[in-house]
C-alpha cells in the first residue's frame, strides 16, 4: 500500500548527485524536504534547508578513526569532512529507512563518504536499500549481507535519500522508479 507523498519527509543533504535528484523528485511529488548543511558549505538544493549549529554538529560527530577502521579506508581530518559525516549523521537518525545510490564495494561497505551513511544505517539497524550502479540493481542490507531486492518501496513517512555526486543515468533512473513505485 502506497504512502501519500504530502505525509511524507525526506531527508538529506542536498549535495551534488544523488541527492540532489531526491530532493528534486520530492520537490515534484510534493513530499517536504529537509536538506542538512552547514554554514559554509555548498550544496545544490535550496528547498528545506536546515544549517546545523557548531552545537548540533558536535552532537553528530563521531570519530575519524573509527570510521575509518569500519570502512576499511583513511578518513581526512579536515573539518569539512569531519561537518559532512556529522550531517549525514543527522540524515540518517532522522530518517526510519534509508535509501543509498552508489556503489557495494567486496568488503560489503559503500563506496565513498556515502559509505558512513550505510554503515550508520546498519548501526542503527535501520531498514537499509542501495542501488548499485555499478551492478545495476537494488541491494537490502539483512542479515549481515547484502540481498538482492527488486523493486523496494517507500514505506515509512519520514526516509532518507542520499548517495554517490556521481550519479549515472541508472542511478537517476533508479531513484524515479523508486518515487513512481512510492507514490502513484
Known sequence: MNINAQDCILYSGGATGAETEFGALAEKYGVAE???????????????????????????????????????????????????????WYQVNSGMEIYVVGTIQDDNTVKGGTGWGAEFAKICNK?????????????????????????????????TGTGTRFLEDNGRKAIADLFVRSFV
Do not use: C
Open 34 to 88: 529537509v536538506n542538512f548543511t552547514f554554514e559554509g558549505h555548498q550544496i545544490v538544493r535550496t528547498r528545506g534547508i536546515r544549517v546545523l549549529t557548531q552545537e548540533e554538529l558536535r552532537r553528530g560527530d563521531v570519530s575519524m578513526t573509527y570510521v575509518s577502521r569500519l570502512l576499511n579506508r583513511t578518513y581526512s581530518n579536515a573539518p569539512i569532512m569531519r561537518q559532512v559525516l556529522q550531517t549525514i
Open 127 to 159: 531498514p537499509l536499500f542501495v542501488y548499485d550502479q555499478d551492478k545495476n540493481g537494488w541491494f537490502r542490507w539483512e542479515q549481515a549481507e547484502w540481498q538482492p531486492q527488486d523493486a523496494p518501496v517507500i514505506g515509512h513517512k519520514h526516509f
